[in-house]
């Protein structure tokens, strides 16, 4: 009589628990040169997806918001012996029709409003 090993499965298997040291070692992993997600993912058993999400879960933890400050060097401001007034300008109204109205300064390129006037008519 011959005797054979049988596995007798009661319950659905339930899910692995990760813990922190492990899924840091595994997305360690696929930062090394070279290295391959999928197959990092593979050989621990989980899904490609699992250790994408793991891989942006732990870089925004360690990842602090620290502000960038750029050096700044304070000037005397230096007077233009050329003063520049500033023309006025107006707002001017189009009536489009619909309840349409178009407000642009009096002083914009006149090709540029023709453009713009093109492409609403089209609409």
């Not at 407000?103 to 023709?114: K, T, Y």
Request: proline share 4%; net charge positive; with cysteine.
């Amino acid at each position: 009589m011959t005797k054979h090993q049988i596995e007798v499965i009661t319950s659905v298997e339930r899910r692995r628990r990760w813990s922190r040291e492990e899924k840091e070692q595994l997305v360690a992993a696929t930062f090394e040169p070279g290295a391959s997600v999928s197959e990092i993912a593979r050989s621990a058993g989980i899904h490609v997806s699992q250790l994408f999400r793991w891989r942006k879960e732990l870089c925004q933890i360690s990842a602090p918001s620290v502000p960038h400050l750029v050096p700044v060097e304070v000037v005397e401001a230096q007077q233009s012996p050329i003063s520049r007034s500033r023309k006025k300008s107006s707002i001017v109204t189009i009536e489009l029709g619909g309840a349409r109205r178009l407000r642009v300064e009096s002083d914009i390129d006149s090709e540029a409003l023709g453009r713009i006037l093109d492409v609403l008519e089209r609409r």
